[in-house]
């Protein structure tokens, strides 16, 4: 039987249609990403963790979303320019999708109603603490880390980086499975 999540369309952000079951059997860590954010160096550690493991079959995703404070206000093309230029950005990126609200994309309503509580960094703001167990998006660059077996099996707040060891150790653990 097939994940829910491997149902899910998704379009690549050069406008062709693909699925996430384009990924079943790898890991994938599935961000929403923004071009004008204080967190967009981010891009950085994501490319670095992809790299690194992609391999061993980690697929990172990046999906763009304007749904905070405006900070993705482009079009995919100039997006896609703006990763490539200047992030070198080579995972796979998709299409603008809304990850809050009423308009919330369905793989976005996938991974918050797993019910996960976001895991902090050693310095969180009270904001973020605040905010652990709601279920919805808190900003740009929150990770979701899915299994090979596309259960989501781990959620970081958005002030963790990429390469933080909490990231890795559990990037590499499911990778290990």
């Not at 230029?85 to 809304?98: C, E, L, R």
């Not at 019910?115 to 905010?131: I, M």
């Not at 970081?156 to 559990?170: E, H, I, Q, S, T």
Request: with cysteine; proline share 6%.
């Amino acid at each position: 039987m097939s994940a829910p999540i491997y149902d899910i369309a998704a379009r690549l952000i050069d406008g062709s249609e693909g699925s996430l079951g384009d990924y079943a059997g790898k890991v994938m860590l599935i961000v929403n990403v923004a071009s004008k954010c204080g967190l967009t160096p981010q891009y950085d550690g994501l490319e670095q963790l992809y790299a690194t493991y992609r391999d061993r079959g980690l697929a990172v995703l990046g999906f763009p979303a304007n749904d905070f404070s405006g900070q993705e206000p482009g079009t995919e093309a100039e997006i896609a320019a703006f990763c490539r230029s200047t992030y070198g950005v080579d995972f796979p990126m998709f299409a603008k999708v809304s990850v809050v609200g009423d308009d919330k994309a369905p793989l976005y309503r996938l991974l918050t109603e797993a019910g996960l509580r976001r895991t902090l960094s050693d310095t969180a703001k009270p904001g973020a603490v605040a905010k652990r167990d709601e279920p919805d998006v808190r900003w740009n660059f929150e990770k979701f880390l899915v299994n090979r077996q596309g259960e989501v099996v781990a959620r970081f707040d958005p002030d963790v980086a990429p390469l933080d060891p909490m990231v890795v150790a559990a990037v590499e653990k499911e990778l290990a499975e």
